[in-house]
Every structure is written in C-alpha cells, then in structure tokens.
C-alpha cells in the first residue's frame, strides 16, 4: 500500500512571496489533515477535511494561509504572502472509517524556509 | 488545550526502561501516541480511548489513567531503535481536534 506522498520535499522562498504544497493521502482515506511543525515542537493542526469538505480550520490562519481537496483525493495548501514565521516543516495526513478513533498515517513532509 | 509531555528529553542504554508522562488540564477522550525519527514523518504507535485501557506495541506500552487525564508510554528494556522524539496527540472530550505535546527526545546508546 502506497503511503502519504507530499511535494515538495523542500522550498525556499523570500518573505512575501506565494508558495503551494501538495498531498495525495492513502488510497481510500477519507480524513486528511495539515498540520505545521515548527523546530523542537509538536504538530499543529492546520486543517481538517473529511471528503472534500472542512472539518476544523480553526487554527488556520486565514489572512494569508488557505486549503482545498478537489474530489475528495488530493488536497493544495497555499501560503500567500508567505513571512518568516512560515518556516518550518508542513506534514500531511490521512485516515480512513471513522474520523476521531484511526491513525493517522503522516506524509514526509515538506521543508519549507522563508528567508 | 496543547498537553504537557515529560521529560523533555532522556538519555538510555540499551536494555534499560523509561516512562513518558502526558498531561491534560481538560477531560480527555482517547490519547494518541507517535515516534517520531530525526527527518521523517512521525509514525502511529497507538492509541488508548478513555475507560483507562492499556495497550502494547512490542516492549512498548501505554496507560491512560481518566481521573487524572494522563496518560504514561513505557519503553521495556529499550532497543536502539527506540532512539526517536516521541508526541502524545491528545482528543478534548467534546472537541475533537487532536493536540499534540512538544515532544520528548529518547536517546538509546549502546
């Protein structure tokens, strides 16, 4: 079974410019998640959607980040303008059944340094 | 809502036994726990549903104790492998977004 693929693995943009990153979850996966991870912290939950439509956006910060999952499969986040505090690593996740109680199966990553 | 992992970091030989503590301030209804590796992606070890149930991955255990909203991982007689940051992802009862804990680091040395 294929897992979580994200591209890019890494970006390096400067401070205000747009950057957009991809996530194709497991085959079957209803729930797909964004989460930022920032240096020595945990995941942050960025936003959830179950099929195509959001479960929870709440800490997604709306002014400048936004999300999409066309069909229910591959999901886009997008960062415009990007500033420096946008650094750090952003993790894609699936899982499938039932919202609350699956793993979670997390993607690579992608890398992301705003300079 | 974050929960409040400890310790922060700790050091082991091979063969030797640690604990992880997590720590809620509100009403838990299942804790998740994941390994992550220096580089990649965290990886699910299991989760433990309210009603206090223990679980096992390999040497590799975990409580959730509900009247405390803690929950503790246990690593038995630790293995190089074990060697990675490890997250408690904790679900609020009636809120159901999965928090995680800043981590805590386990070195495993030979």
């Known amino acids: 079974e294929a897992g979580v693929a994200q591209s890019p693995r890494y970006k390096i943009i400067e401070k205000r410019q747009s950057v957009a990153f991809w996530c194709n979850p497991i085959?079957?996966?209803?729930?797909l998640y964004w989460y930022q991870q920032i240096l020595g912290q945990g995941p942050k939950l960025l936003i959830q959607?179950?099929?195509?439509?959001?479960?929870?956006d709440s800490q997604l910060p709306k002014d400048r980040f936004s999300a999409e999952r066309l069909k229910g499969v591959d999901s886009t986040l997008k960062i415009q303008p990007a500033k420096l505090e946008d650094s750090a690593v952003y993790l894609c996740?699936?899982?499938?059944?039932?919202?609350?109680?699956?793993?979670?199966?997390f993607g690579p990553g992608t890398r992301l340094t705003v300079l | 809502q974050q929960p409040v992992q400890s310790p922060q970091a700790v050091i082991l030989r091979e063969g030797e036994d640690a604990v992880i503590n997590c720590s809620s301030s509100?009403?838990?209804?299942?804790v998740h726990w994941y390994r992550q590796k220096h580089g990649e992606a965290p990886v699910f070890l299991m989760i433990l549903l309210k009603g206090g149930e223990q679980k096992g991955h390999d040497k590799i255990s975990a409580s959730f104790n509900e009247k405390k909203q803690q929950s503790s991982l246990y690593l038995t007689a630790s293995q190089l492998s074990y060697s990675g940051t490890y997250f408690c992802g904790t679900e609020i009862a009636n809120d159901y977004k999965l928090s995680f804990g800043a981590g805590t680091t386990v070195t495993v040395r030979a």
């Open positions: 509100k009403a838990l209804y299942s």
């Open positions: 996740a699936s899982s499938s059944g039932q919202i609350y109680y699956n793993e979670q199966f």
């Open positions: 959607f179950q099929n195509n439509g959001v479960v929870d």
């Open positions: 085959s079957g996966h209803a729930t």
